[in-house]
């Protein structure tokens, strides 16, 4: 086991780049594989998430060539993919089965798709039962009243299809509406996913800039293959940085009062901006300065610069445009003597720990007063002591706590913290360039 040694306080500033975005990452690489022709996908630090769902589509006959900062995938076409030669592995990584199960689901073979010890207590059953309603055959290990990981998916017989549905999400889910978007491209007449809020929409944008017959009203969105020829168009993507990674390095930046820092090249997509509206409703000083976009996605370079006058005060809409950056928002939030609170929250439950749990044993292993509510937490901020805590196998954990440490007079001992490879290999040469004081030892 590695751990993670810092020590603070710290003053941060420079330039930082960021590992290229998770999400964004995920999609490109599966709908590349079932388009038509060549994509070239150029990438920056790629994390072991994505690296599952690359291998899963290397394992389904797709043809791939990886050099240090390009991916080109040679597509196989909407029905070229083939049968594995065994199960798929999904590593730590939910939305790779999530979205396997989508893409799978209107297949003619059949396939099975495990993962670590995390990922098979997730609860799967929110994808697993609309797809069946569409007829694919799924099955999973029955527990707790939901469907759990490995799932084995029968494959459709010969002359089966698909059935469109209407879908109701009754709570926002991009996995789930983007597993059954994926499942509508080979469905008999449309599929369509309403949910009470917009989720993050990275799928929708990234068919419909492939020609896939995508339409959106408000919060539903639909895709109908009746007239379609099929054929979805290679990509040429320069894949943003990821918004979630970045939201690490703001909040060091805003929790010891730093700067100036630079962030380039990071994916400003409105469906996940929402923590920085809410470091900008904590008193957080930075700039978005606007570069364009690729591949239907908008990109910007970040310029922060000091600390923070408030808590924060997070739910509804702006949870679901924050939900993987709830842990870099505690960090922040950990400096300042005021109450936060996040509610309608209950996702993070089942994310890759219990996230309102550790979150709420983090801050007070450092001295700050915390408690778990049903849906979220509440906690109040002042000054910190040092610690030596668990990430619990969590990234997000880990460099939450990192984040802490650099506010702490002291040195502070992450335990467990290979896992934030997931999805921010560089971190930590990244807070040192920035003048951190950390150190991984094994």
């Known amino acids: 086991m590695s751990s993670l040694f810092v020590r603070g306080p710290a003053r941060l500033r420079g330039f930082a780049s960021l590992p290229s975005d998770k999400s964004v990452a995920h999609r490109a690489l599966l709908l590349a594989g079932i388009a038509t022709g060549t994509s070239r996908i150029r990438v920056r630090d790629l994390g072991g998430d994505n690296r599952s769902t690359l291998a899963a589509i290397e394992a389904m006959g797709i043809r791939t ?99 469109g549905i209407e ?83 703001l909040a060091a930046t805003f929790a010891t009062g730093s700067g100036p820092v630079v962030i380039d090249g990071v994916g400003v997509n409105p469906t996940r901006t929402g923590i920085l509206d809410a470091f900008r409703d904590m008193g957080g000083r930075f700039t978005v300065v606007p570069k364009g976009d690729s591949g239907g996605e908008p990109v910007a370079e970040i310029h922060a610069q000091g600390g923070l006058v408030g808590g924060a005060r997070v739910g509804g809409e702006l949870f679901v445009r924050l939900v993987d950056e709830v842990p870099a928002l505690v960090a922040a939030a950990a400096t300042v003597d005021s109450v936060t609170e996040v509610r309608d929250a209950a996702e993070l ?19 700050l007063e915390a408690e778990e509510l049903a849906d979220g937490l509440r906690m109040r901020g002042g000054r910190t002591r040092p610690a030596r805590v668990s990430s619990g196998g969590d990234h997000r954990i880990a460099m939450a706590a990192a984040v802490l440490g650099l506010v702490t007079e002291g040195e502070t001992v992450v335990d467990d913290v290979a896992c934030i490879g997931t999805s921010f290999p560089g971190f930590v040469a990244t807070m040192r360039t920035l003048g951190a004081d950390m150190e991984e030892r094994s």
């Open 65 to 163: 060539s990886c050099g240090a900062s390009e991916i080109v995938v040679e597509g196989a076409g909407l029905r070229g993919l083939r049968a594995p030669g065994g199960a798929l592995d999904a590593g730590n990584s939910g939305t790779t089965m999530r979205l396997l199960c989508g893409l799978l689901a209107g297949q003619a073979f059949a396939a099975r798709i495990g993962g670590d010890a995390s990922l098979t207590r997730r609860p799967m059953g929110r994808v697993v039962l609309p797809l069946r309603q569409m007829r694919a055959r799924i099955e999973g290990r029955e527990e707790g009243g939901d469907v759990r990981p490995p799932l084995v998916l029968e494959g459709l017989r010969p002359g089966e299809r698909l059935r």
């Open 349 to 367: 439950r089942v994310k890759e720990s219990d996230r309102i749990a550790l979150l709420v044993s983090l801050v007070r292993a450092f001295g």
């Open 167 to 249: 879908h109701r999400s009754p709570i926002p889910s991009a996995q789930v509406k983007s597993a059954l978007l994926l499942a509508g491209l080979y469905a008999e007449g449309q599929t369509l996913v309403a949910e009470p809020i917009v989720s993050r929409d990275h799928t929708e944008r990234a068919l419909r800039s492939m020609g896939a017959p995508i339409a959106t009203f408000g919060a539903s969105v639909g895709v109908d293959p009746e007239g379609w020829d099929g054929r979805l168009s290679p990509m040429d993507l320069d894949l943003p940085g990821d918004l979630s990674a970045a939201a690490f390095l």
